[in-house]
């Protein structure tokens, strides 16, 4: 096993039976290796597998064949409650959409996803928003922020179990460029503050650039 390695895709494929004689073939043999530490961009024409893929990442939906190791381990392998447990703990998810609980003020939506991980750390969740530069809402709900400043409690959210995995589906898809860059240069921060691995889907062009690597996808399959 190499120790550089995250996650490691093997031939991965996915398709969606789409009506009783035709499945869509979603991804057509996935091969890709994830290293420790790294900010990986996932970019790609609409349609062409980056969400599907990342989910299969994030392990919120399962391959049709191959293999995914995590750290090693074909964590597809393990029991439902052992890969909730797994996934609570190991991977942080940004999505386009802030998708905060409205009802919760940011301090408590960050508090349910550590609880979610069986722990209940209210200071840890404190610190992660002082870390993304938001603390100052701690007690507002997502009705009352603004986008730029939801999107910073949802990657409090991501953060808050120390994972080792953080995968964004256009993290800034709903910013605009000031916004956007902010964000893109917190990920940067953070990376550099606390190691982690990065895959992020992005339209962005000049985010995409800034990223270690770039893994184009068309039509199922990487292209370069
Ligand atoms: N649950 C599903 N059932 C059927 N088809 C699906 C399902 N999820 C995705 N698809 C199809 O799979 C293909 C790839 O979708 P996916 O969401 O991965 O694309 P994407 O690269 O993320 O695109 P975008 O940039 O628009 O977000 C699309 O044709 C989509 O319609
Ligand atoms: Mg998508």
Redesign the pocket.
Known sequence: MNNDIIVELKNITKS?K?SKEHN?N?LKGINLNIRKGEIVAIV??????????LHIIGTLDKPDSGEMLFEGENVFNLNSSKLSEFRAKQIGFIFQFHHLLPEFTGLENVLIANMIAGFKDETKALQMLKEVGIEHRANHKPSEISGGEAQRIAIARALINSPNLILAD?PTGNLDTENANAIIDLIFDLRKKFNQTFVI?T?NEDFAQSCDRIVK?ADGVIIE
Do not use: D, F, Q
């Open positions: 969606y789409i869509l979603v790609g024409k609409s349609g062409a597998g980056k969400s599907t893929l256009e889907v339209h996808m």
